[in-house]
Every structure is written in structure tokens, then in C-alpha cells.
């Protein structure tokens, strides 16, 4: 065979190959169509802001030459919208708005009605009746009835068969309807809910789609159709839907130039009448405390009666978007491909990047056109990559025929979960595969002493607060001694110490941790004191032993944490404080680990829930690097007193142990564990135990 005969036999086995590439390359983009759809997403979004801030700049000569204004014409804002907010300056200055009075509603809505608006969204949820006042709800109720039918209320939608309405009053005299927004391709809100199919099979129209239908004067009930995956008005089709019920958001104006007001403009009446007549008017949260927020592809986070604006606004103008066509995509991909199966078969690579730059120019055209001109998402991420995948691949097969050689580019991967399970991984790859090993480790748990009472009293956004402010304190402290977050469960923390990372000083980490969390919570609790917020205890067991660590879970998902009898015993230890009405127990592995560094008395032999061993378990007291002298030595007198009284008690000499604990007792009262203990002495003096009584503790509860 001659070296010709060689090439040309090669360049066919090549073609051979191009034409599988290209045609796994179709099936690829076939199968999976909506792996480039957070991609089309984006680059719409770019179209978005582009036209957005080009439209802000005012006076430069290059934009006006080029004329890029017209190309990205900018929607005008919709002037039958006005937005009431109640911001941070309503809520200081209405009295009894943050805590969410029905009057202070009442006597808004009442000077609302004054105003004339055409339709009213109360985009503010009322669950109950006023708790504190229930006439100032019966005032709610009449403010409402004053508006008349112009009143949509928001429900709350618990999930996608089931909702909560307002209070039974209000349902009386005005229409509730659900609002929710989703995200669509990826974490961005960009479409909102037009109806609700409640468990019984009845649609309801949404929040913002009974507001638009009132705005303008459609019957809901004959002439509005959601069906076939279109929103109907008197059999014309107006609003494609998406799994027939949401509609695609159209960001096509700054969201900030929405008419708006202060709440409080309101409550004091001083908005002008022209601004409200006959208009369409939604009363709504937007504060710094308020948790309803959603992110936008163009503004970031924005609040509820903002996005609830654009909804509405997009109805009115049918400025809404059209969802992309699966089968439009797929057949632009497939004319793509073949094209340039033939195309770059023949011609040299210069021509072929010519081609790929000029087809990716026009789909990213009939991107921006499709958006900004006919408000519809047409997909051409598919075909463009299509297009740059072919290129790429036959650049590459050029250079095999041609070099007979090529360099692949690794591309590495990491599972990242924190850092230094990261670098463990990085030592031994094959860490990241579903098993574990035994490795002796110190497991850390905590616990907020009767947080559910404690929240009780407090709203859920202080609620929230203060848990955030404990959690990142206590968590900052646990990574400040290499430990292991290992997870959060509600107001409990989970660490691990000596894992992934060997630490041969664990037991020592996870002691000096928890006496340092102890230090900062009375801190923290000084500072809650001065601003009248609840004081909290925080109960803490550690336990040293065995356990099994590593990734846990399943094939798709799986966690870093440790599972084992030592990990239940820790967890003991942790409720275990409450007999003792002590702050941190761990276990006696624990304890003679730690013994160099902080100081520890023996407090009992604890018989803990579905344990048959007894534990000796051990206060932690205090840490001998501290610079607290007094402290230090506080320690020292505390251990020695208790420990002494024990053994004492081990030993029936009731008496001796009386007698040491009671004049420990007299300097230091405010030693729990010792009251209790001595108690219990006290009262075998009266009633002696039996003379096979064992000095064992049994824990009766988690």
C-alpha cells in the first residue's frame, strides 16, 4: 500500500468518523433539548439589560449615532398601576403597622376608598382575626366592604393543591385569591402561577389574574377560559401557558419606575386623588424585614408587590413572553448540523470559522429580535453550540490527520463541601465513593435549652434573628478549632473533631470549643438583655470514641458525617444536662483525653437511655490556658469539693459529704450541680439508702 493509498485511507476512516460525530452530535441536542435552556435564559437576559441601560444614558453622541436606542426600544411604563409600600419608613411611622395591626389597615383602606381606585390587591396576608383587638378586625372587615368587589385578597398557597385564605370574615366581602411565582430554567423568578386547581378539581384564577380580569371588567366566570395550555378572553387566545398554568414574565422595563407611594402617604392622606382614580392599585410589604423576596434575572431580589406589578402590567399591554418551541429548536439544530456536516467536510479551517461566526451571528439575531420585537423565547443556544461543538470537532480531527498527534486538555473536578474535606479528597480521590471507615473521633452536639418556649412569645422574624445570631457565633467558633460542621437541626449543632483532617488533639479542640461557645453565649446574652430579647442556655455533650466516617447517602446525593453508638452517647451526654442543670458534659474518654488542657470534675456514673454500660461522666469546668486566674482556681476548688462529697457518698458517709459540700455550698451557691447533689445527700440523711444502693444516675428522657 502506498503512502497515498495510507492517507487516503485514513482521511476515509476520518469522514467515517465526522459523519458518527455529527450524527450522535443531533441525537444529543434531540434528547437532551434542554440542556442549553439556562443558556438561552441568560443571553435573553443580556438582550434585557442591554436595552435596559442603553435606554438610561442620556446625551452620547455614539449611541445616538448608531441609533442602538431604536433597535432596544424600552417599554413605557404602565400609568395604571400604582404601587403602595409599606417600607421602612411606614413602619416607623405608623404606630402599630410593624405589628400588624388590623386598624392600621382599616383606616388606610378607608382613605384608599376616598380615592376612587378602579381595583384594590391587598397583597398582605390576614390569617386570623386581630388576637389583641377583634373590633379592630370587624373594622378591617368594613373597610373592606366599603371598597366593594374591587378587593382581591391575598391567599396563602401552601403547595400546589392547597391553599389558605384569610380570616373567615373577610371571605364575606371580598375575593381571595392565591399568589405564587416560580423560577423557570434556573433559580430566577421568571413565571408567575394564572390559576389554582384546588384537591377537588376547581380553578380558580391567581391573585394577579383576578386582579387584571377586575382592572378590566372580565367575568371571570363566562368569559375567562384557562384551558389547552392557553389563558382564554371570549374564545381568543391571549396568554400561552406552561404546563397549563403559569405564564413567562416579560422584564421588559426598569422595575423601579413603577408609580409608587409610601404606605404611610396613605395612612396620613396625602396622596393626591388624581394619582388613585379609576386606577389599579396594590398594597404590599417591601422593608427591610420583610422575607418575601424574589430573585429577578435583571434587578436581583425584589419584592412582592414590585413582581406582582410587572405580572399585572404584562397582562394589560400582552406584553408577556411566549414560551420557546421545543420543535423549532430541534429542527434548527438538525438544518445546522447537516449543513455543516457537508460544509466542513470540504472546505479549510479558515472557511469553517467564517461559517461558525456568521451562523452564530444570525441565531443570536433571531434571538434579540424574537425577544424585543415579538416577546417570544426562541432557544438558539442549541444550534449555536451545535454549530461551535462542529467546528471545534473538526479543527481537532484536521489536526490528527495532519500532526497525528494532539494534546487533550484535562479538566478536573471537585466536590466541594468545605475546605478541608476538600483537601482530604484531593489526597484520596477515591473518598468521594459511597463508604465508610472507623476512625476514633470526638462528636460535639448542642442544644438551645426550651427554645420552642422560648420562641413562643417572639414573631417569626425574631425568631429567625436571634437563632442566626446564635448560630453564626457558635458555628464561627467551631471553625475556629478545625472542627466539623456536620449539620444544623433546627436550633441543635452537630460537629465532628478529628475528621476528615487527623487531629491528635480532637478530644482537647472539642472541649476548649464548647467552653468557648459557653464564654461568647454569655456575651451574647448581656447584649439580648439590653435590647430586651430573651436569654437563652445552651446545653452541650461531647463524647470520644469510635465511630464511622465518611460519605453517607445515596448515589446522587451524600453527606460527610459520622454515624455510631458514640454518636448516640454524645447526643446523650447533651440531655443529660438537664439532671444535672449543667452546661456541658462529656463523656470520661473525653475527659482524660482533654486533661491537659481544661479542668473537668467527675459528676456521676450515668446510665444513659438504651445504654446497658454505665458512663462515668465528667462537668467540664474550665480551660487552663484561659488568663482568668480567679476562674482557674474557682475550677480547681469546685472539682475538689464535688469529687470529695462523692466519694464520700460512694463510701455511705453520708455525714463527711453533708459536711463538704455544705461549706463549699456557702461561697459558691450558684453551683447547680453541687445544689443538687447535696439535696440528695441531704435527704439520705433522713432516708438511707438501701444497703445495695449503687451511686448511678439513670436518664429517664432524650
Given at each position: 500500500?502506498?503512502?497515498n493509498?495510507?492517507?487516503n485511507?485514513?482521511?476515509?476512516?476520518?469522514?467515517?468518523?465526522?459523519l458518527?460525530?455529527?450524527?450522535?452530535?443531533?441525537?444529543v441536542?434531540?434528547?437532551?433539548h434542554?440542556?442549553?435552556?439556562?443558556?438561552?435564559c441568560?443571553?435573553q437576559?443580556?438582550?434585557q439589560n442591554?436595552?435596559?441601560n442603553l435606554?438610561?444614558i442620556e446625551g452620547?453622541?455614539?449611541?445616538?449615532?448608531?441609533?442602538?436606542?431604536?433597535l432596544?426600544?424600552?417599554?413605557?411604563?404602565?400609568?395604571d398601576?400604582v404601587?403602595?409600600?409599606?417600607?421602612d419608613?411606614?413602619?416607623?411611622?405608623?404606630?402599630?403597622?410593624?405589628?400588624?395591626s388590623h386598624?392600621v389597615?382599616?383606616?388606610?383602606?378607608?382613605?384608599?376608598?376616598?380615592?376612587n381606585p378602579k381595583?384594590?390587591?391587598?397583597?398582605?396576608?390576614f390569617?386570623?382575626e386581630?388576637?389583641?383587638?377583634?373590633?379592630?378586625?370587624?373594622?378591617?372587615?368594613?373597610?373592606?366592604?366599603g371598597?366593594?368587589?374591587?378587593?382581591v385578597?391575598?391567599s396563602?398557597?401552601?403547595?400546589?393543591?392547597?391553599?389558605t385564605?384569610?380570616?373567615?370574615?373577610l371571605?364575606t366581602?371580598?375575593?381571595?385569591a392565591p399568589?405564587?411565582?416560580?423560577?423557570?430554567?434556573?433559580?430566577a423568578?421568571?413565571s408567575?402561577s394564572?390559576?389554582?386547581?384546588?384537591?377537588?378539581?376547581?380553578?380558580?384564577?391567581?391573585?394577579?389574574?383576578?386582579?387584571?380580569?377586575?382592572y378590566r371588567?372580565?367575568?371571570?366566570?363566562?368569559?375567562?377560559?384557562?384551558?389547552?395550555n392557553?389563558?382564554?378572553?371570549k374564545?381568543?387566545?391571549l396568554?400561552?401557558?406552561?404546563?397549563s398554568?403559569?405564564?413567562?414574565?416579560?422584564?421588559?422595563?426598569?422595575?423601579?419606575?413603577?408609580?409608587?407611594f409610601?404606605f404611610?402617604n396613605?395612612?396620613?392622606n396625602?396622596?393626591?386623588?388624581?394619582?388613585?382614580?379609576?386606577?389599579?392599585?396594590?398594597?404590599?410589604?417591601?422593608?427591610?424585614m420583610?422575607q418575601?423576596k424574589?430573585?429577578t434575572?435583571?434587578?436581583?431580589?425584589?419584592f412582592?408587590?414590585?413582581v406582582?406589578?410587572?405580572?399585572?402590567?404584562?397582562?394589560?399591554?400582552?406584553s408577556?413572553l411566549?414560551?420557546?418551541?421545543?420543535w423549532?429548536?430541534?429542527?434548527m439544530t438538525?438544518i445546522?448540523?447537516?449543513?455543516?456536516?457537508?460544509?466542513?467536510?470540504?472546505?479549510?479551517?479558515?472557511?469553517?470559522?467564517?461559517?461558525t461566526?456568521i451562523?452564530d451571528?444570525i441565531?443570536?439575531?433571531?434571538?434579540?429580535?424574537?425577544?424585543?420585537?415579538y416577546?417570544?423565547?426562541?432557544d438558539?443556544?442549541?444550534?449555536?453550540?451545535?454549530?461551535?461543538?462542529?467546528?471545534?470537532f473538526?479543527i481537532?480531527?484536521?489536526y490528527y490527520?495532519?500532526?497525528?498527534e494532539?494534546?487533550?486538555?484535562k479538566?478536573a473536578?471537585?466536590?466541594?463541601?468545605?475546605?478541608?474535606?476538600v483537601?482530604?479528597?484531593?489526597?484520596?480521590?477515591?473518598?468521594l465513593?459511597?463508604?465508610?471507615?472507623?476512625?476514633?473521633?470526638?462528636?460535639?452536639?448542642?442544644?438551645i435549652?426550651g427554645f420552642?418556649?422560648?420562641?413562643?412569645?417572639?414573631s417569626?422574624?425574631?425568631?429567625?434573628?436571634l437563632?442566626?445570631?446564635?448560630?453564626?457565633?457558635?458555628?464561627d467558633?467551631?471553625?475556629?478549632?478545625?472542627?466539623?460542621?456536620d449539620?444544623?437541626?433546627?436550633?441543635?449543632?452537630?460537629a465532628?473533631?478529628?475528621?476528615?483532617?487527623?487531629?491528635?488533639?480532637?478530644?482537647?479542640?472539642?472541649?476548649?470549643?464548647?467552653?468557648?461557645?459557653q464564654?461568647?453565649?454569655?456575651?451574647?446574652?448581656?447584649?439580648?438583655?439590653t435590647?430586651?430579647?430573651?436569654?437563652?442556655?445552651v446545653?452541650i455533650?461531647?463524647?470520644?470514641?469510635?465511630?464511622?466516617?465518611?460519605?453517607?447517602g445515596s448515589?446522587?446525593?451524600f453527606?460527610?458525617?459520622v454515624?455510631g453508638?458514640?454518636?448516640?452517647?454524645?447526643?446523650r451526654?447533651?440531655?443529660a444536662?438537664?439532671?444535672?442543670?449543667?452546661?456541658i458534659l462529656?463523656?470520661?474518654?473525653?475527659?482524660?483525653?482533654a486533661?491537659?488542657?481544661?479542668?473537668?470534675?467527675?459528676?456521676a456514673?450515668?446510665?444513659?437511655?438504651g445504654?446497658t454500660?454505665?458512663?462515668?461522666i465528667?462537668?467540664l469546668l474550665?480551660d487552663?490556658?484561659?488568663d482568668?486566674?480567679?476562674?482557674?482556681?474557682?475550677?480547681?476548688?469546685?472539682?475538689e469539693?464535688?469529687?470529695?462529697a462523692?466519694?464520700?457518698?460512694?463510701?455511705r458517709?453520708?455525714?463527711?459529704?453533708?459536711?463538704v459540700?455544705?461549706?463549699y455550698?456557702r461561697?459558691?451557691?450558684d453551683?447547680?450541680?453541687?445544689k443538687?447533689?447535696?439535696?440528695?445527700?441531704?435527704g439520705f440523711?433522713?432516708?438511707?439508702p438501701?444497703?445495695d444502693?449503687e451511686?448511678?444516675?439513670k436518664?429517664?428522657e432524650?
Amino acid at each position: 500500500m502506498t503512502l497515498n493509498n495510507k492517507k487516503n485511507n485514513k482521511q476515509g476512516k476520518a469522514d467515517i468518523l465526522t459523519l458518527v460525530v455529527f450524527v450522535c452530535l443531533f441525537f444529543v441536542f434531540f434528547v437532551y433539548h434542554n440542556l442549553w435552556s439556562t443558556f438561552d435564559c441568560w443571553l435573553q437576559d443580556f438582550w434585557q439589560n442591554a436595552r435596559i441601560n442603553l435606554n438610561r444614558i442620556e446625551g452620547n453622541k455614539v449611541i445616538d449615532t448608531l441609533k442602538l436606542k431604536e433597535l432596544f426600544p424600552v417599554r413605557s411604563m404602565n400609568q395604571d398601576i400604582v404601587l403602595i409600600i409599606i417600607d421602612d419608613e411606614s413602619l416607623i411611622g405608623v404606630d402599630g403597622l410593624f405589628a400588624n395591626s388590623h386598624g392600621v389597615y382599616a383606616k388606610a383602606l378607608n382613605n384608599l376608598k376616598k380615592l376612587n381606585p378602579k381595583t384594590v390587591g391587598i397583597d398582605v396576608f390576614f390569617p386570623t382575626e386581630d388576637p389583641k383587638n377583634k373590633k379592630l378586625s370587624e373594622y378591617l372587615v368594613n373597610s373592606v366592604v366599603g371598597l366593594g368587589d374591587r378587593v382581591v385578597l391575598k391567599s396563602y398557597r401552601r403547595d400546589d393543591m392547597r391553599i389558605t385564605p384569610p380570616f373567615s370574615a373577610l371571605l364575606t366581602y371580598a375575593e381571595p385569591a392565591p399568589s405564587y411565582f416560580k423560577n423557570y430554567r434556573d433559580k430566577a423568578i421568571r413565571s408567575v402561577s394564572l390559576k389554582f386547581k384546588n384537591q377537588e378539581g376547581f380553578s380558580i384564577p391567581s391573585f394577579q389574574t383576578l386582579l387584571w380580569a377586575k382592572y378590566r371588567g372580565i367575568d371571570i366566570i363566562n368569559d375567562l377560559r384557562m384551558n389547552n395550555n392557553y389563558l382564554t378572553v371570549k374564545g381568543e387566545k391571549l396568554v400561552k401557558l406552561i404546563n397549563s398554568e403559569y405564564m413567562l414574565l416579560n422584564y421588559d422595563r426598569p422595575l423601579e419606575r413603577f408609580r409608587t407611594f409610601s404606605f404611610v402617604n396613605l395612612y396620613n392622606n396625602e396622596i393626591p386623588a388624581s394619582v388613585i382614580e379609576n386606577k389599579l392599585v396594590i398594597i404590599g410589604s417591601a422593608n427591610s424585614m420583610t422575607q418575601e423576596k424574589y430573585f429577578t434575572p435583571i434587578k436581583g431580589d425584589q419584592f412582592s408587590p414590585t413582581v406582582n406589578a410587572l405580572a399585572i402590567s404584562n397582562l394589560l399591554d400582552k406584553s408577556y413572553l411566549t414560551p420557546s418551541s421545543t420543535w423549532l429548536t430541534t429542527i434548527m439544530t438538525l438544518i445546522v448540523i447537516i449543513l455543516l456536516y457537508f460544509i466542513f467536510s470540504y472546505s479549510p479551517p479558515t472557511l469553517c470559522l467564517i461559517v461558525t461566526v456568521i451562523i452564530d451571528a444570525i441565531f443570536l439575531n433571531v434571538s434579540l429580535i424574537g425577544l424585543l420585537k415579538y416577546n417570544t423565547q426562541i432557544d438558539v443556544v442549541s444550534p449555536i453550540m451545535a454549530a461551535t461543538l462542529a467546528f471545534i470537532f473538526m479543527i481537532g480531527k484536521r489536526y490528527y490527520i495532519e500532526f497525528s498527534e494532539k494534546k487533550h486538555i484535562k479538566s478536573a473536578f471537585q466536590h466541594y463541601v468545605t475546605a478541608s474535606v476538600v483537601n482530604e479528597i484531593l489526597k484520596d480521590p477515591s473518598k468521594l465513593n459511597l463508604h465508610g471507615e472507623e476512625r476514633n473521633l470526638t462528636i460535639f452536639f448542642s442544644d438551645i435549652e426550651g427554645f420552642t418556649t422560648l420562641a413562643e412569645g417572639m414573631s417569626p422574624l425574631d425568631v429567625v434573628s436571634l437563632l442566626n445570631e446564635y448560630l453564626t457565633a457558635m458555628t464561627d467558633i467551631i471553625f475556629e478549632y478545625n472542627g466539623l460542621l456536620d449539620k444544623y437541626e433546627g436550633d441543635a449543632i452537630m460537629a465532628v473533631f478529628g475528621a476528615p483532617v487527623d487531629q491528635t488533639d480532637h478530644a482537647i479542640r472539642a472541649c476548649q470549643c464548647a467552653l468557648k461557645n459557653q464564654k461568647v453565649l454569655n456575651q451574647l446574652r448581656d447584649k439580648w438583655h439590653t435590647e430586651g430579647k430573651p436569654e437563652m442556655r445552651v446545653r452541650i455533650g461531647i463524647n470520644t470514641g469510635v465511630v464511622v466516617v465518611g460519605n453517607m447517602g445515596s448515589t446522587m446525593r451524600f453527606d460527610y458525617t459520622v454515624i455510631g453508638d458514640n454518636v448516640n452517647l454524645a447526643a446523650r451526654l447533651e440531655a443529660a444536662n438537664k439532671i444535672f442543670n449543667s452546661s456541658i458534659l462529656v463523656s470520661e474518654e473525653t475527659a482524660t483525653l482533654a486533661e491537659k488542657k481544661v479542668i473537668s470534675r467527675k459528676i456521676a456514673r450515668l446510665k444513659a437511655i438504651g445504654k446497658t454500660v454505665y458512663t462515668n461522666i465528667y462537668e467540664l469546668l474550665a480551660d487552663k490556658d484561659s488568663d482568668n486566674a480567679a476562674q482557674i482556681e474557682k475550677a480547681y476548688k469546685s472539682k475538689e469539693a464535688y469529687e470529695t462529697a462523692d466519694n464520700y457518698l460512694m463510701n455511705r458517709d453520708f455525714e463527711g459529704a453533708e459536711k463538704v459540700l455544705g461549706l463549699y455550698l456557702r461561697d459558691n451557691p450558684d453551683d447547680q450541680p453541687a445544689k443538687i447533689l447535696y439535696n440528695k445527700i441531704k435527704g439520705f440523711l433522713l432516708v438511707p439508702p438501701p444497703a445495695d444502693w449503687e451511686n448511678i444516675v439513670k436518664q429517664e428522657e432524650k
